[in-house]
């Protein structure tokens, strides 16, 4: 139980352009789901938490207009990156926790954007 | 804001050593979560421990909660070469959406 999945895994786009990435919690519902950053041989990077119906909570220094997060449905949190430029490049995960146990972060498998 | 501090960094292992790492933080966490990272891969639950003193074991894994609420250790017994990857520690404010702050990591290298 608890799988969380993305897509695409991977992701090779022009600078400028705009990428979408998904989460789906596949076999549970997820009130809450997160997106972290990850940059090579480095931890994870919170980058904003995302809320079934509302707004997403932006961490410090992470510009929210650059990254866009929609959290349509309690199984689908997406993270568009807008208008992107190399220095974007990174791998791109996501989280999402279950109603019952809130305190227990269940992974995707990540998303490697590499821009142009 | 809140810090986790992992150490070692890295370490470079016989096969079937035991292997011990730590986790110390400043703060006071709720729960405290182990995960392992494979290249290219999002991180894997290894262990979750929910309360101070707590022992949990999961297989060849070992991790206690400390009594302060500061600090973790996970152990790896009879380590084998699937063991290789990078070894995240991870805290939770109940009081912060939840929010996990993750160590740097160590870095397990097994020599066959």
């Known amino acids: 139980g608890a799988v969380v999945s993305q897509h695409p895994s991977r992701v090779i786009c022009k600078s400028g352009t705009s990428v979408k990435i998904e989460c789906r919690s596949l076999d549970f519902q997820a009130t809450t789901m997160f997106w972290y950053r990850q940059f090579p041989k480095k931890s994870l990077m919170l980058m904003a938490t995302?809320?079934?119906?509302?707004?997403?909570?932006?961490e410090q220094g992470v510009e929210k207009d650059k990254f866009l997060i929609n959290h349509a449905s309690l199984t689908l949190s997406t993270l568009t990156v807008t208008s992107a430029h190399p220095e974007d490049s990174s791998f791109y995960i996501c989280s999402a926790v279950t109603s019952e146990r809130t305190d227990t972060q269940y992974f995707g498998p990540g998303t490697r954007l590499t821009v142009l | 804001g809140q810090q986790l501090n992992q150490s070692p960094q890295s370490m470079f292992i016989q096969e079937g050593e035991d292997v011990s790492m730590n986790c110390t933080s400043s703060s006071i966490f709720n729960t405290w979560l182990w995960y392992k990272q494979d290249p290219g891969e999002g991180p894997v639950l290894l262990i979750a421990?929910?309360?101070?003193?707590e022992l949990t074991s999961n297989g060849r894994l070992t991790a206690q909660f400390g009594i302060t609420r500061k600090d973790s250790f996970l152990n790896i017994s009879a380590s084998i070469p699937s063991d290789v990857g990078i070894y995240f520690c991870?805290?939770?404010?109940?009081?912060?959406?939840?929010?996990?702050?993750f160590g740097p990591g160590t870095s397990l290298s097994v020599i066959p």
């Open positions: 421990l929910y309360k101070a003193g």
């Open positions: 995302s809320n079934e119906g509302s707004k997403a909570t932006y």
């Open positions: 991870a805290g939770q404010l109940y009081l912060e959406d939840d929010k996990v702050i």
